[in-house]
């Protein structure tokens, strides 16, 4: 099952800062369960599964949706890693969320699901749909569609918005110009160790 309905409070704790998942803060410095106070040093396959649970978590995806991007992005000529979070990045869930139409990807996933967004003038549903550069994203013209949105864009999700999308927040109209530059990512992770984590399965 995609989608984590679990405490996302107890996942940043353990895994550090995840946009996407969620924007409550904890004031506890160390991960949660009895033994979160415990440091000890962390073998190599666990700082791989850790950054392969960030990209999960914070793009809440599946094993086997990952594991499919992963051999996408294993196709395409380039370095996997960087790849692998282009093809996530350009996803219209968290296209949405990146444009601060709402506040976290479950969030913009939730507003996709129900038919709020219209990519090229056509309804969209589908949450992994890849957006191209020249894509026109508009929201429904309806007054519930206009109002949840409007109240999303008063307290964005993140502050800045990335150089390959451009918004015009009177008309509630969003053009991708390009492919996301591997420094405009929103979560901080080693992509690599995801790559390494995969090739060695």
Known sequence: MSRYRGPRLKISRRLGE??????????????????GQQ????SEYALRLEEKQKIRYNYGLSERQLLKNIKL???V?????VILLQILEMRLDNTI???GLAPTIPSARQLVNHKHILV?????????YQCKPGDIITIKDKKSSNLIVKKHLES???ANLPNHLEINKDNLTAKVNGIID???VGIKLNELLVVEYYSRK
């Open 18 to 35: 995840l946009p996407g998942l969620t924007r409550k803060q904890s004031k506890k410095t160390y991960p949660a369960g009895e033994h």
């Open 39 to 42: 440091v000890r040093k962390p």
């Open 73 to 75: 992005a294993k196709k």
């Open 77 to 81: 000529q380039g370095s996997t890693g």
């Open 97 to 99: 969320f990146r444009l």
């Open 120 to 128: 090229n003038n056509q309804t969209v549903s589908i949450c992994s």
């Open 156 to 158: 964005p999700g993140l």
């Open 182 to 184: 591997r420094n405009w």
